[in-house]
């Protein structure tokens, strides 16, 4: 008897996570999908915990919402490869490391972000919107159609995270908990003059 509770039981769950499944918001344990490329929770937790150690020494990341940063930040990494591959468009790592040499001091709480196993690809999304925010600026990308470009690409986020937010292009109702911290603002392009 017990074991036929245990399996109905079972079966519950399985037809739960399946409704769950088909609400148009990802759960069981996916963070966000973008464009059909899963981001998962495990890896977002993974970022944000690691994050907060490595920045742990720096009172400029007391309160940031690690976990709301992150996550931005692994979806602007798959949300700007594609949008970017789409506009002829590529930004490599070459690119990246450079931009990390030359704008963080070595010394710095946050310079290990970019070398650290469990922090980099989250941080490949924030270096990619400091790049093409200089694409932006020297007009080898046009603002219009990139944003036009990133607001179509389909993101669905779990709704543990908060929002996702179109048209800002952030993960939105977290971000209200970000200090002012050096890499705390969401993401935010530069319009050419």
Excluded: H
Excluded at 2 to 20: C, D, E, P, Q, S
Excluded at 145 to 172: E, H, I
């Amino acid at each position: 008897m017990a074991l036929k509770r245990i399996v109905a039981g079972l079966v519950g769950v399985v037809a739960l996570v399946a409704l769950a499944g088909c609400s148009g918001s990802p759960g069981g344990g996916v963070a966000a999908v973008v464009d059909g490329q899963v981001i998962t929770e495990t890896s977002v937790d993974r970022a944000a915990l690691a994050m907060r150690d490595i920045v742990s020494s720096s009172s400029q990341y007391d309160g940031m919402d690690f976990t709301g940063f992150m996550l931005t930040n692994l979806i602007d990494e798959q949300l700007f490869a594609n949008v970017l591959a789409s506009m002829g468009q590529t930004i490599t790592d070459d690119m990246r490391d450079q931009y990390w040499q030359a704008n963080f001091d070595p010394t710095g709480a946050e310079y290990n972000l970019w070398t650290d196993s469990r922090t980099r690809a989250a941080m490949v999304g924030y270096i990619d919107v400091q790049l093409i925010n200089a694409m932006l600026t020297n007009q080898t990308l046009d603002y219009n159609g990139l944003l036009a470009a990133a607001q179509a690409v389909p993101v669905k986020l779990n709704p543990r995270y908060g929002t996702w937010d179109s048209a800002n292009l952030a993960v939105s109702s977290r971000e209200d908990n970000l200090t002012a911290g050096a890499l705390a603002a969401p993401t935010v392009f530069t319009m050419p003059a």
